[in-house]
Nanobody
């Protein structure tokens, strides 16, 4: 059974930093692209970014480019999201997801999801 478990969310002041982790189990982690999505209250889920199998290639949404960094440790079956210079508009539930097939920026292309971790950025 595939499981993705996020951790590291919390309350932080604007300008601060957080690092989210996503621990995966149940499938060969290193064979899959992984992604972070987020969903703010009243809004649709949107992609934050993704990372390829080896970690050598990443993609970021324009809204987080230059502030967020995705990395992975295949030996630990874990993907990370380092978030710096946080803004109140970054407040959301953050989800990690494992890619199945199709467009990498589309949530429908991902078959397994974690339960999410809440990030709240105060102004």
């Amino acid at each position: 059974q595939v499981q993705l478990v996020e951790s590291g969310g919390g309350l932080v002041q604007a300008g601060g930093s957080l690092r989210l982790s996503c621990a995966a189990s149940g499938r060969p982690f290193s064979r899959y692209f992984m992604a972070w999505f987020r969903q703010a209250p009243g809004k649709e889920r949107e992609i934050v970014g993704n990372i390829n199998w080896s970690g050598s290639n990443t993609y970021y949404a324009d809204s987080v480019k230059g502030r967020f960094t995705i990395s992975r440790d295949n030996a630990k079956n874990t993907v990370y999201l380092q978030m710096n210079s946080l803004k109140p508009e970054d407040t959301a539930v953050y989800y990690c997801a494992s890619h199945l097939s199709g467009t990498l920026s589309s949530s429908s292309s991902y078959d397994y999801w974690g339960n999410g971790t809440l990030v709240t950025v105060s102004s």
